[in-house]
């Protein structure tokens, strides 16, 4: 797992580096936030579960089957790996996905593929508290998380809401529809 860690850490290295290189590269300076985004606050076994999240070819039945295996505990873990990544996005509302920073010749940072995006976080959560809500009421400090999240998900939907409300309107003006 030493490795893991010091390739993440290597590519967001690289990010940052890039990203001071072309001063007027959008990508490098997105990319570079979201793996430092990644890297932060991440043990390098949550690093690894980075990977299962952003997966392409992990579906809900995959997904569902994987989590019925996991223990009170291992449940809790998950959890709570899930609302770093919700704080991390509330804290970064800039660390958006990057997929063409891999398939960027002048980048090349694979890792930004490595990256699980709001959606598949807010997913994986929904299908952990669908799918074991009884039975992680029993713990204690399954409430306690939750009541940490309860915020950090107001604030996410809040955004959603307004960001909402915003593309509204520029469809609105773009087709013309708004008259001054």
Same mark, same amino acid.
């Given at each position: 797992?030493?490795?893991?860690?010091?390739?993440?850490?290597?590519?967001?290295?690289?990010?940052?580096?890039?990203?001071?290189?072309?001063?007027?590269?959008?990508?490098?300076?997105?990319?570079?936030?979201?793996?430092?985004?990644?890297?932060?606050?991440?043990?390098?076994?949550?690093?690894?579960?980075?990977?299962? !999240?952003?997966?392409?070819?992990? $579906?809900? +039945?995959?997904? *569902?089957?994987?989590?019925? =295996?996991?223990? &009170?505990?291992?449940?809790?873990?998950?959890?709570?790996?899930?609302?770093?990544?919700?704080?991390?996005?509330?804290?970064?509302?800039?660390?958006?996905?990057?997929?063409?920073?891999?398939?960027?010749?002048? !980048?090349?940072?694979?890792?930004? $593929?490595? +990256?699980?995006? *709001?959606?598949?976080?807010? =997913?994986?959560? &929904?299908?952990?508290?669908?799918?074991?809500?009884?039975?992680?009421?029993?713990?204690?400090?399954?409430?306690?998380?939750?009541?940490?999240?309860?915020?950090?998900?107001?604030?996410?939907?809040?955004?959603?809401?307004?960001?909402?409300?915003?593309?509204? +309107?520029?469809?609105?003006?773009?087709?013309?529809?708004?008259?001054?």
């Amino acid at each position: 797992m030493v490795n893991v860690g010091k390739e993440w850490e290597s590519h967001a290295s690289l990010a940052i580096d890039k990203a001071r290189l072309a001063k007027k590269s959008r990508l490098a300076k997105e990319a570079s936030i979201l793996l430092m985004v990644a890297h932060d606050g991440f043990s390098d076994a949550e690093r690894c579960l980075h990977y299962l !999240l952003a997966s392409n070819n992990v $579906d809900e +039945v995959v997904l *569902l089957s994987s989590l019925g =295996k996991l223990s &009170g505990k291992e449940m809790m873990n998950l959890i709570h790996y899930l609302g770093k990544w919700l704080k991390q996005y509330e804290r970064f509302p800039q660390a958006i996905p990057c997929p063409k920073a891999y398939s960027s010749s002048s !980048l090349g940072l694979k890792a930004c $593929d490595w +990256v699980p995006k *709001l959606e598949d976080v807010t =997913k994986c959560l &929904g299908f952990v508290l669908d799918e074991n809500f009884s039975s992680l009421m029993m713990h204690p400090e399954f409430h306690e998380e939750l009541k940490s999240l309860e915020g950090v998900v107001s604030s996410l939907a809040f955004e959603a809401r307004f960001c909402s409300l915003m593309v509204n +309107v520029i469809d609105k003006l773009r087709a013309g529809d708004v008259q001054s």
